[in-house]
């Protein structure tokens, strides 16, 4: 008697996309953000004498980039490789990743109509991340890839400024003295950021996360007048797409109610805010975290013993995907990243 066989199994019952939507999980799910990349020998080889753009803009290698960690560590999920000025360098903008710097723009904007020369994003600007993903999903099998982007006010930043800033003097004089300028942009900005996720959810993505890695300079009141609409323009129609949302800023123990209520289902929190603070502020949402990224460098007892206060602290979430609280630091250990992952995932729940 012949029985019919399963079909592999998808995404959507592992215990990533499970913890995100606040449902019960086999294991504390784990991944790392920057775990494609930097620490990893494989991606040093692969990258060399290949610039940043370049390299997410390839479709071969963007897959390898983003396999290379699933493979070594066995993470319950996917990062896709990319950068959050990717976008912009699609649509025309003259910009560039300088190593040791960070992205440069030759032009940076300064008026409305700086603004209005900044084409919107369509999927035909972006073949090779429908490609990449796409040919990702196929491989991951039931590892779930998450979708990227930049939230506006990062992205706005590195246009306003030129590139990476301190102080964000520029950008912050853009939207207190000239609103009207600013608005515009940010506008701009989330439409392109929304239109890139949604590349990504059309050819199979199972989540998003909108990295705002310059919020922390912002206050309550200014990031939710100035900032917090745009983001949830983004977030929005991410949600439309029925796809898990994370929404993760460093230096935003402030702001993560807010963040919360921009229209995330799970809110990152980098290692400055103990998740025991930060679940009560996050309105019932999930919680992504938070472990100090240094805490590798550490003696592996010391580590776990501290990753283990990380996942007794998330008991009280809604749901809680383990993470560092900022991403992967380049000389970091990778069999350390291992240790780690192999801990969290066979912790008692």
Known sequence: MSSTP??????????FLRAARGEPVP???????????????????????????ESCMDPALTVEITLQPVRRYGVDAAIFFSDIVLPLKAVGVDLDIKPGVGPVVAEPVRTL???????????????FTTESVRTLVAELGATPLIGFAGAPFT??????????SKEHARTKAMM?????????????????????LEVQVAAGASAVQLFDSWAGALTPADYAEHVM???????????????????????T??????????????????????????IPRVGGRGVQGNLDPTLVFAPTEVMTARAAEVIEAGRAARGHVFNLG????????PDQLKRLTEFVQSYPL
């Not at 399963?6 to 215990?15: F, V």
């Not at 294991?27 to 753009?53: C, D, I, K, N």
């Not at 992205?155 to 990476?164: C, D, K, M, Q, T």
């Not at 289902?265 to 603070?277: E, K, Q, S």
């Open 176 to 196: 207190f003295g000239a609103p009207d300028v600013w608005d515009a942009l940010m506008r701009k900005i989330a439409g392109i950021s929304a239109a890139y």
């Open 253 to 278: 123990s402030n702001l993560l109610t807010l963040m919360g209520e921009a229209g995330a289902d799970v809110v990152g929190v980098d290692w400055r805010t103990p998740l025991a603070d930060a």
């Open 326 to 333: 900022h991403g992967v630091i380049p000389s970091t250990d």
């Open 6 to 15: 399963h079909p592999p199994a998808g995404p959507t019952d592992s215990a």
């Open 229 to 251: 609409p745009h983001s949830a323009r983004v977030l929005a129609r991410a949600g439309e797409l029925g796809v898990p949302r994370i929404h993760f800023g460093v230096g």
């Open 155 to 164: 992205v706005a930043s590195y246009l306003v400024e030129g590139g990476p």
């Open 27 to 53: 294991h504390t799910p784990v991944w790392f953000m920057r775990q494609a990349g930097r620490s990893l020998p494989e991606y040093l080889r692969l990258r060399e004498g290949v610039g940043m753009l």
């Open 113 to 127: 109509a700086d603004v209005e020369a900044i084409p919107d994003l369509t999927p035909d600007q972006v073949p």
